[in-house]
């Protein structure tokens, strides 16, 4: 197989993955079995495929493969499952959408796989690895990673996650709307780092994912019309909008990554600014106050109407960090704060902040503090220690593209 046809492949995956679990899961009910399945086919097609071509419709290919491999399962134990008979009879109605779920609120399988993966039967960091292995598609490596957690324990999480569903029989089904906001918090949060996942990626040759992105996204968008009256549902898409609006000045013309202070601001999509800061507004007029993602929005609104960044209001950022870090503390928002303080009051402040958080353990086996780490202390002239702190931090990421620009960071001192 070529390097070519593996890509092609790969983004085929990525696009039409978790559409084609979704809809496997609806029909089947299991959404181990459906993602069982999904993954059979994308083994056939990579047998397949490279001698026969790509289909003009892979996802279609993918998704009868699948079906066919979905009935193969029922068969084998028909014994104990009372659909063989159904299938038996007619298998192309047993795998058709039941007329009834045309009544449902939510007319979306991905989403409804989203409510189904987040079922508060699960607990939160199951809920967040399901989501992210069969809507994201990442792999257990590349969810390990976001986690900050070994992967054997990633991979516990998500078989356990799958079993629990099963065995308390989930519907993949809508909540009522009276259950909604219950199980919101888990969505949002799983649909954020989807998206995450495409803004930046923790893994493989590509910086950008953003059909990954664009899904998160659209998502969003779907969530907020249908809570129109949850703030965060709608600060999570002004938060979306706001760093998407970046995409086209964030990567060269080679796939490299092009960092906040270089890149072209001409290229960054004044429309969806206007979309991102109307969002975060609607947000605000609920009148409850900021919620996390409402005050990421608002950091990633202050980096959107800055002219320059040396023009950003970095004092205004250092607040509305130092907000979230109370509303939400984590290590990552206190590594970005210290970013904030170091371009409102200088380096100095700033390594204080970082070395702390190292001597806490905070990040450890993350190439983030040490990539922040060895940025400041190139800022103070200690380019020893700074050089080490970069190359360093190349060795921890995954990300081949973001390895490349740390070392040539560590070379340039």
């Known amino acids: 197989m070529t390097d070519r046809t593996a890509r092609e492949i790969d983004a085929v995956w990525r696009i039409e993955g978790p559409r084609i679990i979704a809809v496997l899961a609806k029909t089947t009910g299991d959404i181990g079995l459906a993602e069982d399945a999904a993954q059979e086919a994308l083994v056939e097609a990579l047998q397949t495929w490279p001698d026969a071509g790509i289909p003009r419709r892979p996802g279609a290919w993918l998704t009868a493969v699948a079906r066919r491999r979905v009935i193969d399962a029922w068969r084998r134990r028909s014994a104990r499952d009372e ?190 600014i206007i979309r991102g800061a109307a969002a975060l507004a609607r947000a605000d007029a609920a009148g409850r106050g900021r919620g996390p993602y409402a005050l990421q929005a608002a950091i990633a609104l202050c980096h959107a109407v800055a002219p320059s960044v040396a023009e950003t209001d970095w004092e205004r950022i250092v607040l509305l960090y130092e907000a979230l870090g109370r509303v939400a503390p984590s290590p990552v928002v206190a590594l970005n704060r210290a970013v904030a303080v170091s371009m409102a009051t200088g380096p100095a402040t700033a390594l204080r902040i970082v070395d702390e958080l190292r001597s806490e353990g905070a990040l450890r086996g993350s190439h983030l503090l040490p990539s922040v780490r060895g940025e400041l202390l190139a800022r103070l002239g200690r380019a020893d220690e700074a050089r080490s702190e970069l190359l360093t931090a190349a060795q921890l990421t995954a990300n081949e593209r973001e390895a490349a620009v740390l070392r040539g960071k560590a070379a340039a001192l």
Do not use: N
């Open 83 to 272: 659909r063989y008979r159904a299938i038996a009879a007619d298998p192309t109605a047993a795998l058709a959408v039941p007329p009834a779920e045309a009544d449902e609120p939510i007319d979306d399988d991905v989403l409804r796989l989203v409510f189904t993966a987040c079922h508060p039967v699960l607990s939160p960091t199951s809920q967040i690895a399901l989501t992210l292995r069969v809507v994201g598609g990442l792999s257990t490596q590349e969810i390990a990673r976001m986690l900050l957690v070994p992967a054997p324990t990633v991979q516990a999480r998500i078989t356990r996650a799958k079993k629990t569903l099963a065995a308390a029989r989930v519907p993949f089904e809508t909540p009522e709307p009276s259950e909604w906001r219950e199980r919101l918090r888990g969505v949002l949060g799983v649909v954020y780092l989807v998206y995450t996942e495409g803004y930046a990626a923790t893994g493989g040759d590509r910086w950008v994912r953003e059909e990954l992105a664009a899904e998160a996204l659209r998502l969003g968008r779907v969530l907020a019309g249908l809570v129109p009256r949850e703030p965060e549902a709608h600060a999570l898409v002004a938060l979306m909008e706001l760093q998407s609006s970046r995409f086209a000045a964030r990567t060269a013309r080679d796939g490299s990554p092009v960092l906040l202070t270089d890149q072209d601001r001409s290229r960054w999509d004044r429309a969806q």
